[in-house]
């Protein structure tokens, strides 16, 4: 074929596509449920214009935000009031509280001295499977406050984790609260704290060792105290804990239990396997490894969920287990499911109602803890030819951290952690990978990178609560309440009678 066909057949179809692109109409037209559409010419600009969200710019920014540069008081006191107000990567704390987080800070202090482990609970979407971001808060958080183990896990694993190989067998039968069609339920809403149980009907053994995997953290590789959190247990029920070289111990119950129970083994030395044969009727809600004192955090994936199951579980049963547990802290990590179906703003004042109901239920089952919300990722899909943040994410995102203050709870910011709108996009195709080709999900290292940021985040609010043991509170009020972030010399308020760091201190 001469060229010049070839220019006037590119020609012609270029003309073609310019009279479609100019009346074809805006919405498109829909043919056998998929809409054809042109984008506009102000989309097709607008798309060139777009700002491109740089991924190790912004993570560069979030971990020097966490930097405080060494200088006077009056200077740490202004980075932390510069922190806590207007920081992006901070904790945001209902009213504004600086002092939200001190009951718990105390406790997690004494924990470690005390021989105590205090827990935190996260329970979240897929995003945290596999141990995934839970795993970084652990081991960030027990290198400051002590404590070493995996926390609580299920007795049948359904999923893999960094952290911990296990296997059960006998007679036991599993059940959920959440899953597919091929879920099976119980008669009975006793699921225990981790959303399932399994049934034991007679004779069990679980088998469990510290993964060698490489993303295992180092202070989830050994534990010295495993405990069994038991319910409805017949007279007679039977455990039995052995490690290595330690002797195997008994546990049990003569008399049948309708309630919870906690039977503990605290070991001689620290350990990184270990087996637990049991015998008897009773529903197994989990075992757990910890260390000797301080913290521990348990990682409760719940693949599909939007976190607005809670409710159907029994009060009592929680209530129980939260109590015999120590559970001081509650993390719920939810929003990316529902996000991909909310469509306006009354699916988002919808959904919004059904998490409120779920923070009251919390707050009656463990009213000792704390409670924080982490919102969901930025999330990418198709839309209108390109892959971009679901249309309604970032007004979620926003209602989202509005209810959960408005009622008492914290709220961490992960979507715009990230980087905010289209931020996904990026994060999937930085080098290495921060998350997957589904973009949705996080790989490893871009998990590793939120807990961090989450961790360093609550870090930075502990520091601050170390800072002013050492100040006049009525001072700190002062400062951290008045409009003015400038360098006070004195941080002196009307009437008082001394600076707010005196020689003394």
Same mark, same amino acid.
């Given at each position: 074929?001469?060229?010049?066909?070839?220019?006037?057949?590119?020609?012609?179809?270029?003309?073609?596509?310019?009279?479609?692109?100019?009346?074809?109409?805006?919405?498109?037209?829909?043919?056998?449920?998929?809409?054809?559409?042109?984008?506009?010419?102000?989309?097709?600009?607008?798309?060139?214009?777009?700002?491109?969200?740089?991924?190790?710019?912004?993570?560069?920014?979030?971990?020097?935000?966490?930097?405080?540069?060494?200088?006077?008081?009056?200077?740490?006191?202004?980075?932390?009031?510069?922190?806590?107000?207007?920081?992006?990567?901070?904790?945001?704390?209902?009213?504004?509280? !600086?002092? !939200?987080?001190?009951?718990?800070?105390?406790?997690?202090?004494?924990?470690?001295?005390?021989?105590?482990?205090?827990?935190?609970?996260?329970?979240?979407?897929?995003?945290?499977?596999?141990?995934?971001?839970?795993?970084?808060?652990?081991?960030?958080?027990?290198?400051?406050?002590?404590?070493?183990?995996?926390?609580?896990?299920?007795?049948?694993?359904?999923?893999?984790?960094?952290?911990?190989?296990?296997?059960?067998?006998?007679?036991?039968?599993?059940?959920?609260?959440?899953?597919?069609?091929?879920?099976?339920?119980?008669?009975?809403?006793?699921?225990?704290?981790?959303?399932?149980?399994?049934?034991?009907?007679?004779?069990?053994?679980?088998?469990?060792?510290?993964?060698?995997?490489?993303?295992?953290?180092?202070?989830?590789?050994?534990?010295?105290?495993?405990?069994?959190?038991?319910?409805?247990?017949?007279?007679?029920?039977?455990?039995?804990?052995?490690?290595?070289?330690?002797?195997?111990?008994?546990?049990?119950?003569?008399?049948?239990?309708?309630?919870?129970?906690?039977?503990?083994? +605290?070991?001689?030395?620290?350990?990184?396997?270990?087996?637990?044969?049991?015998?008897?009727?009773?529903?197994?809600?989990?075992?757990?490894?910890?260390?000797?004192?301080?913290?521990?955090?348990?990682?409760?994936?719940?693949?599909?969920?939007?976190?607005?199951?809670?409710?159907?579980?029994?009060?009592?049963?929680?209530?129980?287990?939260?109590?015999?547990?120590?559970?001081?802290?509650?993390?719920?990590?939810?929003?990316?499911?529902?996000?991909?179906?909310?469509?306006?703003?009354?699916?988002?004042?919808?959904?919004?109602?059904?998490?409120?109901?779920?923070?009251?239920?919390?707050?009656?089952?463990?009213? +000792?803890?704390?409670?924080?919300?982490?919102?969901?990722?930025?999330?990418?899909?198709?839309?209108?030819?390109?892959?971009?943040?679901?249309?309604?994410?970032?007004?979620?995102?926003?209602?989202?951290?509005?209810?959960?203050?408005?009622?008492?709870?914290?709220?961490?910011?992960?979507?715009?952690?990230?980087?905010?709108?289209?931020?996904?996009?990026?994060?999937?195709?930085?080098?290495?990978?921060?998350?997957?080709?589904?973009?949705?999900?996080?790989?490893?290292?871009?998990?590793?990178?939120?807990?961090?940021?989450?961790?360093?985040?609550?870090?930075?609010?502990?520091?601050?609560?170390?800072?002013?043991? +050492?100040?006049?509170? +009525?001072?700190?009020?002062?400062?951290?309440?008045?409009?003015?972030?400038?360098?006070?010399?004195?941080?002196?308020?009307?009437?008082?009678?001394?600076?707010?760091?005196?020689?003394?201190?």
């Amino acid at each position: 074929m001469k060229a010049s066909r070839i220019l006037l057949f590119i020609l012609s179809v270029i003309l073609i596509l310019g009279v479609g692109w100019a009346f074809f109409p805006q919405e498109g037209i829909e043919i056998g449920g998929t809409t054809l559409r042109f984008a506009s010419y102000e989309e097709a600009s607008s798309r060139i214009n777009e700002e491109v969200v740089d991924v190790d710019k912004v993570l560069s920014e979030v971990e020097q935000s966490f930097n405080m540069l060494s200088g006077s008081k009056q200077d740490t006191l202004k980075y932390f009031k510069n922190f806590l107000k207007s920081n992006p990567n901070r904790i945001y704390l209902p009213n504004d509280d !600086y002092t !939200y987080l001190d009951s718990l800070f105390h406790l997690f202090e004494s924990a470690e001295r005390e021989g105590k482990t205090y827990r935190i609970m996260h329970y979240g979407d897929s995003q945290i499977e596999m141990d995934r971001i839970s795993s970084i808060i652990r081991d960030h958080l027990q290198g400051i406050f002590g404590g070493y183990g995996n926390g609580l896990v299920p007795v049948i694993q359904s999923i893999p984790t960094y952290s911990l190989v296990q296997s059960a067998s006998g007679d036991l039968a599993r059940y959920t609260l959440i899953g597919d069609s091929t879920t099976v339920r119980a008669d009975h809403n006793r699921y225990g704290v981790m959303t399932q149980f399994s049934q034991l009907s007679g004779e069990a053994t679980i088998t469990f060792r510290v993964s060698k995997n490489s993303n295992c953290q180092e202070r989830a590789k050994k534990f010295s105290k495993v405990a069994l959190l038991v319910g409805n247990s017949s007279a007679g029920f039977k455990a039995s804990f052995r490690s290595n070289e330690i002797r195997p111990e008994d546990k049990v119950l003569k008399n049948a239990v309708k309630g919870v129970s906690l039977l503990t083994w +605290e070991l001689p030395a620290y350990v990184s396997r270990g087996t637990i044969t049991l015998s008897g009727d009773a529903e197994i809600y989990g075992f757990l490894m910890d260390g000797e004192g301080g913290i521990a955090i348990d990682n409760v994936p719940l693949r599909g969920s939007s976190g607005t199951i809670f409710t159907r579980l029994s009060k009592d049963v929680i209530r129980q287990s939260f109590d015999l547990l120590d559970t001081r802290m509650i993390i719920l990590q939810f929003g990316g499911n529902r996000a991909v179906s909310i469509r306006n703003e009354k699916s988002i004042s919808n959904y919004l109602r059904q998490l409120e109901r779920q923070i009251d239920y919390f707050h009656g089952v463990a009213p +000792e803890a704390q409670i924080l919300f982490i919102g969901p990722s930025d999330m990418g899909r198709s839309v209108e030819g390109r892959i971009a943040t679901i249309p309604m994410l970032p007004a979620l995102n926003d209602s989202l951290k509005v209810m959960a203050l408005s009622k008492g709870v914290a709220y961490w910011d992960l979507f715009n952690m990230m980087g905010g709108e289209n931020s996904m996009v990026r994060w999937v195709k930085h080098s290495p990978p921060l998350a997957s080709s589904d973009y949705i999900h996080f790989t490893t290292r871009g998990a590793e990178h939120v807990g961090m940021a989450f961790a360093r985040a609550f870090e930075v609010c502990y520091n601050f609560y170390k800072l002013r043991q +050492e100040l006049d509170p +009525e001072l700190v009020s002062g400062y951290m309440n008045s409009e003015d972030s400038s360098d006070v010399p004195f941080f002196g308020l009307p009437g008082a009678k001394f600076d707010l760091f005196s020689e003394e201190q």
